[in-house]
């Protein structure tokens, strides 16, 4: 029995290793609202007035509110969803930890952005019986301008 769950993990993990470099672009776009904003900023208890007031967003020379640096997390993982529904199948979603994630700020999030995603699998490594998987996210505005980079790194525990 410990024999085919081995040539399972393995096959799953070469698979996974094979397909490093494999890229899509979301077919959907998010569009930032307002109170999108406002709620999320609550959230995390970010006192900024430029996530809440038109005014004060107006002040530091934008049109709109500002959205918080890590608003583009709920978009790249909407964006990633896809990654393990179509291309990294197997996975147990409750057996995934989000370990890491690297952000790189192009220009801030706005109400009334377009967001479309690229995402890619930009590694993969097996050690001690997990799979650890880092995927890419270039986030766009509706001009095809980046707007943030991210890397996310995820564990899948492989039984």
Known sequence: MATI??????????????LVGHHYRVTDFY?????????????????????????????LGYDGLIAPLTFGSI??????????????TGYDPAEILHTDQRLQFHRPITVGDRLIC???????????????MVTKTI????????????????VAYSR
Do not use: C, Y
């Open 5 to 18: 769950l081995d040539d399972t993990r393995t096959t799953r993990a070469q698979r996974t290793a094979g």
């Open 31 to 59: 569009e930032v609202g307002r109170e999108k904003i406002r709620e999320f900023a609550k959230s995390l208890q970010d006192p900024h007035p430029a996530h809440r007031s038109e005014d004060a967003a107006a002040g």
């Open 75 to 88: 978009v790249a993982m909407i964006a990633q969803q896809h990654l393990f529904d179509e291309v990294l």
């Open 118 to 132: 690229d995402v890619f699998l930009d590694s993969f490594r097996h050690a001690a019986g997990n799979d650890i």
């Open 139 to 154: 986030m766009l505005d509706q001009h095809d301008t980046p707007v943030q980079t991210m890397w996310t790194t995820l």
